[in-house]
């Protein structure tokens, strides 16, 4: 059964990853897909791999400017958009006493600035019924050195989470999260590590994985596909847990 017949969706970040492969989910369930990504490299070679239901918009998740241009490039294409999934993003890793200031604004301007416009400028197109998926991070639950800006940001997007389900009640738009665990994607390539930083990272982290394995990006594309569709049509508020067990259990 096509779960989003009729419907258009809006994903931040789509040309990779958990986006892209959330993109695939929507449109093999009936939806037209509408993706960002930072350059036209990136988005003209994820539209062409999604195919005919899918458009592309060159637009940075940290640039107001952009974000604010972003109803108007969507108006080319559809008045409407049915789901909205905030996504794009990545983290820079470094110890406390060496956060620079650039660093702390990149990902505070992408990630918290970035998702509450993105909101703001694309709720007028949402109609009732509408909902909006946040992503945040199994960061957020346990604490990890290194992290404090990227956890923090990602803070701040879960508050978003309960604060716009509130303000969206009045306008029959749902809004929740979900809280993804160690998902295999690109994102160490914007970290600032080298691959063998990257490799060695994953190395280690993997035998401590309550199922000793990463998480795949379609396991993301499936939750967002439930939290898009009817099925969760009284599931309002909340960060679903996508993390293999992570935050809330040891074994
Ligand atoms: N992977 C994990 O283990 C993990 C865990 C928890 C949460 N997350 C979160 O999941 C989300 C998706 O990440 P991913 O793991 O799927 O990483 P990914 O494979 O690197 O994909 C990230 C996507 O976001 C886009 N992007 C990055 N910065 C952007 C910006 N400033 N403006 C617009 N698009 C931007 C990238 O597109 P371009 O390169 O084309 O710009 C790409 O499509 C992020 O919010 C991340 O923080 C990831």
Same mark, same amino acid.
């Given at each position: 059964m096509e779960k989003l017949k009729n419907k258009t969706a809006f994903i931040t970040g &789509?040309? %990779?990853g958990m986006g892209f492969a959330t993109a695939q989910e929507f449109i093999n369930n009936g939806a037209k897909v509408i993706i960002t990504g930072r350059s036209e490299r990136t988005v003209n070679k994820a539209v062409e791999e999604l195919g005919k239901n899918a458009v592309g918009i060159v637009s940075n998740a940290g640039e107001l400017s952009d974000i604010f241009e972003l109803q108007n490039l969507i108006k080319k294409h @559809?008045? @409407?958009?049915d789901v909205l999934f905030v996504n794009a993003g990545y983290g820079k890793f470094n110890s406390i006493e060496n956060v620079t200031i650039e660093e702390f604004n990149e990902v505070f301007d992408m990630l918290v600035k970035g998702t509450f416009f993105t909101v703001q400028q694309v709720l007028p197109l949402m109609p009732q019924g509408s909902s909006i998926i946040l992503n945040t991070t199994f960061l957020t639950d346990i604490g990890q050195p290194n992290m404090s800006i990227y956890t923090a940001a990602k803070a701040a997007v879960q508050s978003f989470i309960k604060t716009f389900a509130a303000e969206c009640t009045s306008k029959n738009i749902r809004v929740n999260g979900i809280s993804p665990g160690?998902?295999?994607? %690109?994102?160490? %390539? %914007?970290? &600032?590590?080298s691959t063998e930083q990257i490799e060695g990272t994953i190395d280690a982290v993997t035998p401590t994985l309550p199922f000793k394995r990463f998480g795949e990006p379609s396991e993301i594309a499936k939750t967002a596909l439930f939290l898009a569709s009817?099925?969760?049509?009284?599931?309002?508020g909340i960060e679903l847990r996508v993390d293999g067990g992570l935050s809330k259990t040891k074994s």
């Amino acid at each position: 059964m096509e779960k989003l017949k009729n419907k258009t969706a809006f994903i931040t970040g &789509g040309t %990779n990853g958990m986006g892209f492969a959330t993109a695939q989910e929507f449109i093999n369930n009936g939806a037209k897909v509408i993706i960002t990504g930072r350059s036209e490299r990136t988005v003209n070679k994820a539209v062409e791999e999604l195919g005919k239901n899918a458009v592309g918009i060159v637009s940075n998740a940290g640039e107001l400017s952009d974000i604010f241009e972003l109803q108007n490039l969507i108006k080319k294409h @559809t008045n @409407t958009i049915d789901v909205l999934f905030v996504n794009a993003g990545y983290g820079k890793f470094n110890s406390i006493e060496n956060v620079t200031i650039e660093e702390f604004n990149e990902v505070f301007d992408m990630l918290v600035k970035g998702t509450f416009f993105t909101v703001q400028q694309v709720l007028p197109l949402m109609p009732q019924g509408s909902s909006i998926i946040l992503n945040t991070t199994f960061l957020t639950d346990i604490g990890q050195p290194n992290m404090s800006i990227y956890t923090a940001a990602k803070a701040a997007v879960q508050s978003f989470i309960k604060t716009f389900a509130a303000e969206c009640t009045s306008k029959n738009i749902r809004v929740n999260g979900i809280s993804p665990g160690y998902i295999k994607t %690109n994102i160490f %390539n %914007n970290t &600032g590590m080298s691959t063998e930083q990257i490799e060695g990272t994953i190395d280690a982290v993997t035998p401590t994985l309550p199922f000793k394995r990463f998480g795949e990006p379609s396991e993301i594309a499936k939750t967002a596909l439930f939290l898009a569709s009817d099925d969760a049509s009284y599931i309002h508020g909340i960060e679903l847990r996508v993390d293999g067990g992570l935050s809330k259990t040891k074994s």
